[in-house]
């Protein structure tokens, strides 16, 4: 079963930053936070991900609590190409065949024009 | 870089018949690749973990000996649905885990439609 919580949708104002919450109360010391995002009928992109520290990419910030109960994935100019449904996964670091990405219901992203 | 490709990327075929789906790796090597199917409006499930030059793991409840794994480089792993049926009809998305890192890259995925 998937360890996180997101809501199941969420409206976005093109041009405005997209800020999608995931909660992940049980995440263990090792556990990553990663972020993917699947456009209907492609395979899932990778966006970002983070263990306990802020991170950034091109794509998006990553803001994690201290507690790493929670973090929340920010698109900060959001275009109509984001719409997508965004999952956020925790995995233990995995450098073999261990910490299988395992996919919840993820957060369906509408941006709106 | 990361990128990942899958061949074909539609297929329809006659219940009964064999499938064969390639997932490459472009631009890095992968020492572990994973299959995945999505059914319609559900999330991906994984099927099957495999590691270059050694036998696939595959998940509780997907049948081994009809969903066959080759992981013969460290840039090519093959899905073979044999004897297809209407309810193998799916989407097939194969995934890369770039060697050295732990991140997974994913192909763009197979529609496969069973008559």
């Known amino acids: 079963d998937a360890k996180t919580t997101q809501p199941p949708s969420m409206d976005c104002a093109e041009g405005r930053a997209a800020n999608l919450p995931c909660n992940h109360s049980?995440?263990?010391?090792?556990?990553?936070v990663y972020w993917y995002r699947q456009i209907h009928s492609q395979g899932p992109q990778y966006i970002i991900h983070?263990?306990?520290n802020n991170e950034t990419n091109e794509m998006a910030s990553l803001i994690i609590t201290e507690d790493r109960k929670s973090s929340t994935l920010i698109l900060p100019h959001a275009t109509l190409r984001d719409t997508a449904v965004y999952y956020c996964i925790v995995r233990a670091d995995a450098r073999g065949s261990q910490g299988n990405l395992i996919f919840g219901k993820g957060t369906k992203l509408s941006v709106k024009p | 870089g990361a990128v990942v490709s899958q061949h074909p990327s539609r297929v329809i075929c006659k219940s009964g018949t064999s499938v064969k789906i390639e997932c490459r790796s472009l631009?890095?090597?992968?020492?572990?690749m994973f299959w995945y199917r999505q059914f319609p409006k559900q999330s991906l499930m994984l099927m099957a973990t495999?590691?270059?030059?050694?036998?696939?793991?595959?998940e509780q409840g997907v049948e081994k000996d009809k969903f066959l794994i080759n992981h013969a480089s460290l840039t090519l792993s093959t899905l073979t649905v044999t004897s297809a049926h209407p309810e193998d009809s799916s989407f097939y998305i194969c995934s890369s885990q770039k060697e050295g890192t732990d991140t997974q890259y994913f192909g763009p995925g197979t529609r496969l439609t069973v008559l």
């Open positions: 631009d890095f090597q992968a020492t572990t």
């Open positions: 049980t995440i263990s010391g090792n556990e990553y």
């Open positions: 495999s590691n270059e030059g050694s036998k696939a793991t595959y």
């Open positions: 983070g263990l306990k």
